[in-house]
């Protein structure tokens, strides 16, 4: 257990998250783009939150929001809450499938457009309420967002209308890896009495309820990112005396990663109309990481902003208890953005596996296929 005790000190100032991407030789040269107008709704953690946790309460100590420099330095030029230099895989996603930017849910004003669907991830977010409870948007309270658009959308449009959009509108989810980061942070006894297999049961187990109240609501095409190297992560690697990936955190993912597999297609067999999306971030980003060249990186495993060896104490922009941060001059040259996010770049190359991708990356349809199927 060394490795959850070295872990605690940085990982405590913070939230998981949690990155992987693609590879991408199989991607289209030019993507094709949705011929039709599909909503899209999306849930998760810090790989998808564009914006929400800015209008949440949180602390300094665990600080699950990124609205300060030099977050969004390259394509919005201002901090907007995301995660990484600029655009995230949302924001790609909603491009090729001709969306607008989707909004924060959390965003004040009462001119949502929520014909085109809306962003409800939240950063640190788990499927557990006990997950960063109090600091984020669980995957309940997301559902429940979820359920007053529906009413909204009702209201506006009517219920036959309403019923269309979320038949055939697309629900996107990256979900999970802050449950597994979370005993290690606080110390929880959670896995003194549950095995990693029954605390694994528990987490997906949620994440199906969402998916079935979901489906009850009229959803029928759902997109998955599964969990991919968290112990590679530059945090993990700064921890490391050797600069290795943490065993024990890798160990949970491949776990998660198997059984919700098998999960997805219990559900395409359960679920008359249920279609699913399940990107394989595990074996891409790894594939990525150690051969950074291939994909027109320099450096995949060290961190553009932050301090410490690989850049991976969760420093970046100084707002976190530690003041002194160094950022690279080219972001473009990193698959991480911080300690553990990716650059706009890596986003882009990820969603575009996402998006047109082959069954050997993404399974057993790709996104563009989702968003061409009428429900």
Known sequence: MAFISFMKYYLFLHFAIFILFPNSSHAHDRLTHSKKHVALFIFGDSLFDVGNN???????????QANFWPYGETFFNYPTGRFSNGRLIPDFIAEYAKLPLLRPYKQPGNNHQFSNGVNFASAGAGALVQTYQGLVIDLNMQLTYFKNVKKVLEQRMGETEAKKILSTAVYLFSIGSNDYIFPFVTNSSFFQF???????????????????????????????????????????RALNPAGECGQEVTALVKLHNTAFSKVLKKLEIQLQGFKYSNFDFYNSATERIENPSKYGFKDGKSACCGSGPYRGVN?????????????????????FFDFGHPTEKAYEQLAQQMWSSTPSIVRP???????????
Do not use: H, W
């Open 315 to 335: 420093s970046c922009g100084g707002k976190r208890g530690v003041k002194e941060y160094e950022l690279c001059s080219n972001p473009n040259e990193y698959v």
């Open 194 to 236: 549950n095995s990693p297999e029954d605390y694994a049961k528990m987490v997906i187990g949620n994440i199906t309820d969402v998916i079935k109240e979901i489906y009850k609501a009229g959803g029928r095409k759902f997109g998955f990112v599964s969990l991919g190297p968290l112990g590679c992560l530059p945090l993990v």
């Open 54 to 64: 800015n209008y949440i309460n949180t602390t300094t100590t665990i600080r699950t």
């Open 365 to 375: 349809y790709n996104l563009e296929a989702l968003f061409e199927q009428v429900s």
